[in-house]
């Protein structure tokens, strides 16, 4: 087990500096970001003066190196637009992606697993049909568009739940709700599919066989196994939360990280926009080598080999 | 006196895509204090199905229907879940073909082991673990405080099956219901297994339920033989009757293809039955046997057969005579005329 | 609770019917199960009217999806009380008529969706099929490159470079397809894998078929209904995906327009007039729906097998 998480470490290191990689050229693709950064009436010297201040006259490869032995060390730049060192910022912003997330994730799995539970306790019956339909109708539901249905019905019409801003926890429900849905229809078609699996399983037969009660059936010797992949679909969906997040909190008015990216993106806020992307990659590849892990670890056959 | 169990007129139907599966076909089987009845016949012929019934662990979409299905005198038919929990484990257990896959590879031995035993026992943890050491030490366990902290996977094959048969023993039940529980096992192991279970049965008394398709383990072990074939029961009686002179066609088969020790020879090829156990799809309108069989005649094909007593307590479903041993050598009409 | 069925391998004994008639083709078979199919129809009618409603566009309405008219402008639809059969599903703030932004934004949608995907498609393919051909290194390789791509933020990216690249519909579509082929590589790659076992591939290389022509004789024309079924999935995922980098502002820009752009600019409007989003977004949802219904129908005719 110690050279395979050896392994995985040495390729999420790899696939990090590739990630770095990709982010850093992909902001300097357009040429000269001091052109753009200085805006539209920017005269010749201002341009040259940014670009110096910067760095952008140095060699493409030298400007890499020296930001990413920047970021390493933890100096991850200064916005131009803020005019602040883009640690602090990204600090403000991070709590309330990461808060949303969290309560994305809840929400999805707190609806998934039992309805995939149920379905699979229950195949082919009306139970797993309406399972299987919401499963169906959600995945065709941008995120955008259940964010502004939500806002439409919760907030607008009934007025039960603020829309915009972060101001107490209400205001987390319904962006949680329109960022977790869409992840809750591959979460219950897997819990369904292991659940039907490990029913039909040995040692479930045995545990009926030996008397003991139908929830210690269903949850110690059913779901604790059909759990297993889910737990590491849903560490890679919580990632993908992060990265989705900026629809929602665009929608929102939420302050946090996604919406962060989208200003900085349409300021062209160079170095804000670098050190997000790689802030989320980063964040997104731990988190496999985490479900990895646990994987492993949640898996006895794994652990003591 | 009652029996331990009594079976009667026991049916299983399957709705499947193409039809409605018949693996159980009005079996009887009787099971009294104490005693050992084997059930032999070729896999598919409906002994696990029949295990499981007893237990209600039949298929959820099955459709079970019996004249009597009784434990200790009570009937089994129309039990609640809460009635079915109490009589699982506790009073009837049952010992399972591949001890590999029967533990739950997520828990430590001892465990599992204490989860069914305080499912229904009122003891702590340490009375339990107590209980289990010592089982574990009485089924001839190695190291036993060792094992109760291994998963499954870290041991062998005969261990795990040791360590199921004292699963079983936990509670001590009046029944046991052991369904093949050596056909996944070593050969040297397997003899070890079936002498251990012999000897618990000897020493606690415990009614057991035999199930496997090698007639070979039968003898020594049973004290009276149930052969299915089919889904039906197509030959019973004590072990000597069944054994000492097979009277079904079937029987004899499964006879002819047990290694006789000095006469068959290593890589010799053993008897076998030509053919395969049928699907049970339809409703029978002949002997279930008719194909395979090589004494078939007209009359077999005719009617569905049914089970006759001879003297003894042996019972047949065969048109051929029930008392006179037959020569095998001298088929009444040749095979070749219904075929 | 009641028991579920607790005998394995019992269903493996249920074999089908044997057919009494010829045998039919496996394409016979395949087009048999799609008549049965019920995802097969709706998805494919509700996929089929859109498709012939975007082409005939010019058809279905006389105005022009570029015409502005700010006397009219905020119609209602025909079913609200002030609404009018002029302009069936009203205008929008401008007064431009909404069927017909509807209707050239079903275009947009759809072309983004299918170009996407032949680019997406042939990348997908490509790096899968050398994954599943040649195992080894190419296959690690191909790993790894997958393993940046999903470690790398789809949304964040593509508004990046939309925004670093320039706004134009060319440059969406290959910024969309060159993100969105993760799935392609991981069904294809499978797909291989299973082909390059088997006695037909292994003769071919027998013989000494030259590679490509394995390739392109063997492999492809066995992995196709594999490509259709992922590939169909994948439509939806990129109709999707430029609804929202158009809804974000990154998209889509005018006089072009979309479905994502009709919601984007209808957002100031929705307490009051709902109907502005709900009419493109049910077009949105329903468009989804069907291509998904369809690839799951596609994946249970062509590969029942392969069913999640
Ligand atoms: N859950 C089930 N669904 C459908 N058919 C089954 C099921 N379980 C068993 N069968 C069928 O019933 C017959 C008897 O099975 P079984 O009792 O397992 O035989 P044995 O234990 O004697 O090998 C077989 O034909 C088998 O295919
Ligand atoms: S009844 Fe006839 S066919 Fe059936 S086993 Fe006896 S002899 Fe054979
Ligand atoms: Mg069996």
Known sequence: MGSFVVKRLLVTVLVLIVVSIISFSLVH????????????????EQIAEIRKAYGYDR????????????????DFGRSTYLKEDVGPVLARHIPITATLGVLALAFALLVAVPLGVIAALWPNTIIDRIALVLAVAGQAMPSFLSSLALIYGFGVMLRWLPVSGTATWQHYILPAVALGYYAAPAIMRLTRSGMMDVLKSDHVRTARAYGLSPWRVVLRHGLRHAIIPVVAVATVQFGYMLGGSVVVEAVFSMNGLGNLAWLSIRRYDVEVIQAILLVIAATYAVLTLAADLLNAALDPRIRTS | MTPLLEIRSLSLEIPVNDGLLRPIRSVDLTV??????????????????????????QPQNARLSAERLAFQGESLLGLDRRRWQAIRGKRIAMIFQDPMTAFDPCYRMGD????????????????????????????GVPAPEDRLDQFPHQLSGGLRQRMMIATALLCEPELIIADEPTTALDVTIQAQILRLLAD???????????????????????????????????????????????????????????????????????GHIPGLVPRPIAPLTACGFLDRCEFRHEACA????????????????????????????????????IA | MADTSLIDGASASISAAPAAKPMPTPGQIALRRMARHPGFWFGGIVLGVFVLAAIAAPLLTPYDPGTQDLARRLAAPVWNSAGSWQHPLGTDHLGRDYL?????????????????????????????????????????????LLTVRLTLPVVLVALVAVAVLGQSLPLLVLVIGGLLWDRLVIVTRTATQQLVGREFVTAARAIGSSTPRILMREILPNITSALIVVGTLELARAILMEATLTFLGLGIQPPLTSWGLMISEAKSQFLFRPWLIAIPGTALILLILAINILGDALRDVLSPEGRA
């Open chain 1, 29 to 44: 693709l357009s040429g000269d970001p001091a052109v753009a950064m200085a805006g539209e009436r920017a005269s010749p």
């Open chain 1, 59 to 74: 060699p493409f490869h030298e400007q890499y190196l020296s930001w990413v032995g920047r970021f390493v060390s933890g």
């Open chain 2, 32 to 57: 009294e204090r104490g005693e050992t009845v084997a059930i032999v016949g070729e896999s598919g012929c409906g002994k696990s199905l029949t295990s499981l019934a007893v237990m209600g662990l």
């Open chain 2, 112 to 139: 599992q082991m204490a989860e069914i035993l305080r499912q229904h026992r009122p003891v702590s943890r340490a009375e339990a673990r107590e209980r289990i050491v010592a089982l574990l030490r009485r089924v």
């Open chain 2, 200 to 270: 618990v049965q000897q020493e606690t008394g415990v009614g057991l339920i035999l199930v496997t398709h090698d007639i070979g383990v039968v003898a020594g072990l049973a004290d009276r033989v149930v052969v299915m074939y089919g889904g039906e029961v197509v030959e019973s009686g004590t072990t000597d009757e069944v054994l000492g002179s097979p009277r079904h066609p079937y029987t004899a088969g499964l006879m002819r293809s047990i290694p006789v020790p000095g006469r068959t020879r290593r890589g010799q090829p053993l």
């Open chain 2, 302 to 337: 005719a009617a569905p057969v049914p089970l006759r007593s001879g003297a003894g307590e042996r019972q047949l479903r065969c048109l051929l005579p029930i008392e006179t041993p037959r020569q095998p050598a001298e088929p009444l009409v040749a095979a070749t005329a």
């Open chain 3, 100 to 144: 017909a932004l509807l209707l050239y934004g079903a275009r947009i949608s759809l072309f983004v969706g299918f170009a996407t995907v032949l680019i997406s498609g042939l990348i997908g393919t490509v790096l899968g099929v050398a994954a599943g051909y040649w195992g080894g290194r190419v296959d690690l390789f191909v790993n790894f």
